[in-house]
């Protein structure tokens, strides 16, 4: 099957492709120069854009039109945003190590750039807006390490990417993932959730957890933690959630997979909520498979071996074959497929 679109539907079509394009080379570039920068201190805000832009090889007044589009600024965090958090002011996590895990604090140095929230999607095109920012001071804060590989911290990330699945759930709660028990905390004190389970795989973590953090947790009385697989525990249990919240990665790479697993489930537990973790990046990741599809279909110009991943390349095979099966002739209809609210809808039926 091929698409055919018109003369003008094919610009707008290959404009998608340019930005998509972009977006692949900003992210990266952003995410190099963060991994860059780890400990590194600025004097001052102009220093640390300066640095920016320098990396990105642009020039400030020349590339204004980008700068403008990708809404390239570095934001100031207030400390308080950590300092003020229920979590870091009330459990105390003293660095410690227990078999291969460990607590330990770590700091961000005076003007350090770091990623502070999920990106946000300019639907109107399809750019991908990196929340960039900084603290004005030298700010230290908790880690959870597995072996020597930091696996959640208490970061403005964290805690804000976090944000609106905690002021969601209510009633009874299923977690996947536990981390440091940061989502399981603050919805614990929220006076309309009733119940928690939290669903994890590390028997050493749920050891250290329950001997150090939740004891220390308020309501402790409404969490309950089961030693089991997420999948295995969904494909199981008859219990009625009213929210199930999914937190079992590091980033969108390592869990576009997780994600598309347990969207799964929502096929089969349709009285519960799903929420995900970092969900505009995770749907980010399909949209430019997606777009390759296109390509495939539209200009026969795409293989995906060039993933060289054999998750992606199941993945685009599988969104290929939902493509296939659409009546697609439109820029507008293509454009429309890539809604993050439709591409969430058709996870649902990425089966890996």
Not at 31 to 37: A, G, P, Q
Not at 43 to 69: A, P, Q, T, W
Not at 189 to 212: A, G, M, P, Q, Y
Not at 252 to 271: C, M, P, S, V
Request: glycine share 2%; proline share 2%; aromatic share 14%.
């Amino acid at each position: 099957m091929k698409i055919n679109l018109n003369r003008k539907d094919l610009e707008k079509f290959y404009h998608l492709l340019d930005i998509k394009e972009v977006n692949l080379e900003y992210s990266k570039m952003c995410l190099d120069f963060v991994n860059s920068n780890i400990l590194t201190s600025y004097s001052d805000l102009r220093s640390l854009k300066n640095s920016f832009f320098n990396f990105l090889k642009i020039n400030e007044k020349e590339n204004k039109e980008f700068i403008d589009d990708y809404k390239i600024e570095f934001k100031k965090i207030i400390p308080n945003l950590v300092f003020n958090n229920p979590y870091y002011k009330n459990i105390k996590i003293n660095p410690s190590t227990f078999q291969n895990l460990s607590f330990s604090n770590a700091t961000y140095k005076q003007y350090q750039p770091f990623i502070y929230d999920d990106i946000c999607i300019d639907e109107t095109d399809y750019k991908e807006i990196i929340k960039l920012g900084y603290f004005e001071q030298e700010i230290t804060y908790p880690t959870l390490n597995e072996n020597n590989t930091t696996w959640m911290s208490l970061i403005p990330h964290e805690i804000l990417t976090m944000e609106k699945p905690i002021n969601a759930v209510k009633g009874n709660v299923l977690v996947l993932g536990l981390g440091m028990g940061y989502f399981a905390y603050m919805i614990s004190n929220k006076e309309n959730v009733s119940s928690i389970t939290i669903i994890e795989n590390n028997l050493n973590l749920i050891n250290f957890f329950n001997h150090h953090l939740l004891p220390q947790f308020k309501n402790k009385q409404k969490i309950k933690i089961e030693f089991a697989d997420a999948l295995t525990y969904l494909g199981k249990t008859n219990e009625n959630f009213e929210y199930i919240f999914l937190d079992t990665y590091h980033n969108a790479f390592d869990g576009i997979l997780h994600y598309l697993k347990i969207k799964q489930f929502e096929n089969t537990h349709q009285n519960s909520t799903f929420l995900y973790w970092i969900e505009n990046t995770l749907i980010s990741l399909l949209r430019r498979i997606a777009l390759d599809c296109f390509s495939f279909l539209i200009v026969k110009n795409f293989n995906n071996s060039k993933y060289q991943n054999l998750i992606f390349d199941k993945i685009f095979d599988k969104l290929l074959e939902i493509i296939k099966n659409l009546n697609i002739k439109t820029y507008n209809e293509i454009r429309d497929f890539l809604t993050n609210e439709n591409l969430k809808r058709i996870a649902k039926f990425i089966n890996i």
